[in-house]
């Protein structure tokens, strides 16, 4: 696939496995939407040859360097090296390190992956992960009576990201797909209200997602999956779901994940 003019490359560069600098970058791009991101990982990188390595790929790529290195001599090198290369940098955890070290009169461990630690909600990230792959997309109906949240809307309304993410927070979630030719399972009528939520979206913002997923696959955008009178059809049904279950709704158009995310835990947490 040909990328567009507009793609921006961003190297994540960890001592460990490099999480915390993709969760901070895609925090970031979600804000230059539609803008196209290419994020590479350089996880587990443990010295200043394999450092050079990525910033020579990075300078070849015209991309930027977020790094998370904790260690204090390949953060030095790190630095060195993209001035040497003449690559933007960004050292994300550094100047924070530095500012606890001052601010607390005690070095700090310098051992990476420290926030990986197998504790117990190490262990409740991994089931509510699994969790919500294996509830995904309606696969098993009688997940919606196990979660801790219920995602329903049609399709292309981001149930399935907003599953993973909220995962991650540590919630079991499932998701229903609300489709007019489908009664919704029996299941989904025996969830308290309080945990579920409706997902809706505008016409146009829709009708240029499918259009975008239909090319995607290599089809025509003239399907019906794309139509704007199929979709208007496919909404009036799914809020008419969520109106009869008495969920609350929430419109994900040109919202990121990690807002709707937001306000989905927000709603969680204080019902």
């Known amino acids: 696939m040909t990328k567009s003019m507009t793609d921006v490359i961003i190297y994540v560069v960890s001592d460990a496995a490099g999480d915390t600098g ?5 925090a970031a791009v979600a804000q230059f939407h539609p803008i196209q991101t290419d994020i590479r990982r350089a996880p ?10 990525v910033v020579r790929q990075a300078q070849e790529a015209g991309a930027i360097v977020l790094f998370t290195l904790v260690i204090p001599h390949l953060r030095e090198a790190m630095g060195k ?3 040497q290369y003449d690559t933007v940098s960004i050292d994300l955890l550094g100047p924070l390190i530095q500012s606890l070290e001052v601010k607390t009169g005690q070095q700090s461990r310098q051992e990476p992956g420290l926030n990986h630690v197998l504790d117990e909600n190490y262990f409740r ?3 509510a992960v699994e969790f919500a792959v294996r509830y995904d997309d309606a696969k098993d109906p009688s997940g919606v009576l196990k979660a801790d949240i219920v995602l329903i809307g049609v399709s292309r309304t981001s149930k399935t990201p907003l599953s993973m993410y909220l995962a991650h927070q540590k919630y079991k979630v ?11 399972p029996a299941e989904l009528f025996h969830v308290p209200k309080a945990k579920i939520i409706g997902l809706t979206i505008g016409v146009p913002y829709l ?18 999956y794309a139509a704007t009178d199929r979709i208007e059809k496919e909404l009036l049904y799914a809020e008419s779901i969520m109106k009869q279950l008495g969920c609350v709704i929430i419109d994900v158009s040109h919202r990121a994940v990690e807002e709707t995310a937001s306000l989905i835990m927000e709603h969680i947490r204080f019902t």
Request: proline residues 8%; hydrophobic residues 45%.
């Open 22 to 26: 993709e969760l901070v970058v895609r």
């Open 44 to 53: 587990f990188i443990t010295d200043v040859a394999s450092l050079e390595r």
């Open 81 to 83: 090296l993209a001035e």
């Open 125 to 127: 990230k991994v089931d």
């Open 174 to 184: 499932a998701n229903i797909p609300l489709v007019p030719e489908l009664k919704p």
């Open 207 to 224: 009708n240029i997602i499918r259009k975008e997923r239909l090319k995607a696959l290599g089809l025509p955008n003239s399907a019906s």
